[in-house]
Each structure stands twice: as structure tokens, then as C-alpha cells.
């Protein structure tokens, strides 16, 4: 419904407006959906601090391999050009990350602290 409105569009760009850091921009739409989040974990019977956690922990692990971050740590470590190469070998640490934490979400939203 968002979408067909025009709604999405629109806030895109009021956030796009605010900084010019697409870093900013993700705490931004973390603060801006928590509470859309918690709603949805709440309304699906799931518990929302497990949700809610979850979904900023993925937003961390997303940043390892955000292309701004990645080019922003060649160029601190002086090996601009070679971002590829980084991306390489950190998409291993990536990935572990990615299955390890999804498990832990999943176990603890459905297992362990149940909404």
C-alpha cells in the first residue's frame, strides 16, 4: 500500500535529505521501523525484544560488507583499489556471522523466549 501511494518515495527522500551518509541513514530507518518491528512481532505473537534485537544485529552484520564501509576501510588501511580482495576475505567472516546469528534469532524467538 506504501508503495502504490507514493508513501515509500516520499520517505526516501526526506531521510536522503537529512544526511548524506548512508551510515546515518540505516540508524535512522532502525529508529524510524523499530516500532513497526515490535508491532508486527507483537501481532504475530512473537516476542519483541528478541525481534527487535534481531533485526538491529542484522543491520550490523550488513554493514560488513556495505559497499560505503568497505571503501572507507581500504582507504584507512591504504589499499584503495584492492576493495575486492577485502571483500573476499571478509565475506567468509560474513557469512558465519549471518548463519550463526540467524540460528541464535530463530532459536530465541521460537524456542527459548517465546512471545
Given at each position: ?37 515490535v ?20 543491520g ?15 582507504t ?40
Amino acid at each position: 500500500m506504501m508503495m502504490e501511494t507514493g508513501t515509500m518515495d516520499k520517505i526516501k527522500e526526506v531521510i536522503s535529505g537529512l544526511a548524506n551518509d548512508r551510515r546515518i541513514h540505516v540508524l535512522i530507518i532502525a529508529v524510524m521501523f523499530g516500532p513497526m518491528h515490535v508491532q508486527a512481532a507483537v501481532s504475530l505473537g512473537q516476542n519483541p525484544i528478541t525481534v527487535f534485537a534481531a533485526q538491529n544485529v542484522g543491520g550490523a552484520i550488513g554493514n560488513m560488507i556495505c559497499p560505503n564501509n568497505v571503501v572507507a576501510v581500504a582507504t584507512t588501511v591504504g589499499i584503495l583499489g584492492q576493495e575486492g580482495v577485502l571483500m573476499r576475505r571478509v565475506f567468509l567472516a560474513f557469512f558465519v556471522f549471518l548463519l550463526t546469528y540467524g540460528y541464535i534469532a530463530l532459536l530465541y524467538t521460537h524456542l527459548l523466549f517465546k512471545g
